[in-house]
Nanobody, 124 residues
């Protein structure tokens, strides 16, 4: 069973950048799709991005396309989310999730392992 720990969140001004990391334990990380979701207070969990096992395919939510980049390093068992041109509406808790598959999906229940989340606050 993979365990996930996110890091890299914090407070940033609008227009700034942050890089989130998702460190995975366990030996199945390279067999999983890695995704990032976010949830703002009072809002439903929103799909941000996901990446295939080898990193050759990615999928992004419409609200982050062109600003965020998902990547992974299977040798380090770590996934990343580079967030540029941040906006106040990007403020949320960001969660890393994995599923043992190579099919990309934006549906949260299809991911079987979740991290505890890392908060991101973008000030205007």
């Amino acid at each position: 069973q993979v365990q996930l720990v996110e890091s890299g969140g914090g407070l940033v001004q609008a227009g700034g950048s942050l890089r989130l990391s998702c460190a995975a334990s366990g030996r199945t990380f390279s067999s999983t799709v890695v995704a990032w979701f976010r949830q703002a207070p009072g809002q439903e969990r929103e799909f941000v991005a996901c990446i295939s096992r080898s990193g050759d395919r990615t999928l992004y939510g419409d609200s982050v396309k062109g600003r965020f980049t998902i990547s992974r390093d299977n040798d380090k068992n770590t996934g990343y989310l580079q967030m540029n041109s941040l906006k106040p509406e990007d403020t949320a808790v960001y969660y890393c999730a994995t599923r043992v598959s190579n099919i990309l999906t934006i549906t949260p229940p299809l991911y079987d392992t979740w991290g505890q989340g890392t908060p991101v606050t973008v000030s205007s």
